[in-house]
């Protein structure tokens, strides 16, 4: 029982939503055609999403690759490649996109050919390029569904829109430093009767 839980668990790490991890590689299985990400071996800068895997002898090879919008007659083989969930996570994005790409300016084949709306994707790579047609900023994340339009998050601004309107101060978590409120008690010149609030108000003897 316990050897068939940990085998559980070992798949569930392995397959995160619709990328699988393949060693030095992985197989996106949400999109609607073959695609793939590696990266160049040992550069975490520069993420790869591929058309085509063949098998070889004893190992395999990935073409027909794009970095951004830039295509690449490289083929990429286990010893000049490498799995990019080996470097650090680029961070999470809300997907809002009517499909997404090979591409990250959209103008290469759509890898995910419907409406797609998910929130806190990973994502390997990110970038930001004008729209032609309508001159606006568009921001473009590379997930497991591909190149694929992000809602910008900005939940950490508009955090107090989301409080109910009755809620008490005292119910809130607010950061703060010690003595933030307290740090001036005392300081408006010398104050027999102020002298035992000064002592017993403040919670260190230096201030931030």
Not at 92 to 110: E, L, P, V, W
Request: aromatic share 12%.
């Amino acid at each position: 029982m316990l050897i068939f839980s940990v085998i559980i668990a070992i798949v569930l790490v392995e397959n995160v939503l619709g990328a699988i991890n393949r060693g030095q590689y992985i197989e996106l299985d949400n999109t609607k055609t073959e695609a793939y990400l590696c990266i160049e071996e040992d550069n975490c800068n520069v993420v790869y999403i591929c058309k085509k895997r063949k098998e070889i002898l004893f190992a395999d090879e990935l073409s027909d690759c794009y970095n951004r919008n830039e295509h690449t007659t490289m083929i990429f083989v286990p010893n000049n490649r490498d799995d990019p969930d080996d470097c650090d996570i680029k961070g999470y994005a809300n997907i809002k996109s009517d499909k997404c790409y090979f591409t990250s300016d959209r103008s290469g084949d759509a890898s995910y050919n419907q409406p797609i709306e998910f929130n806190r994707v990973r994502y390997y790579d990110r970038v930001v390029y004008q729209d032609p047609n309508s001159q606006t900023n568009v921001e473009m994340a590379l997930t497991e569904y591909g190149w694929c339009t992000i809602a910008r998050d900005n939940e950490d601004t508009t955090w107090i829109e989301k409080l109910p309107d009755d809620i008490q101060i005292n119910q809130i978590n607010i950061p703060g430093t010690h003595d933030s409120g307290t740090y001036a008690i005392g300081d408006t010149g010398f104050n027999f009767s102020l002298y035992p609030r000064r002592l017993w108000s403040h919670s260190r003897g230096k201030y931030l």
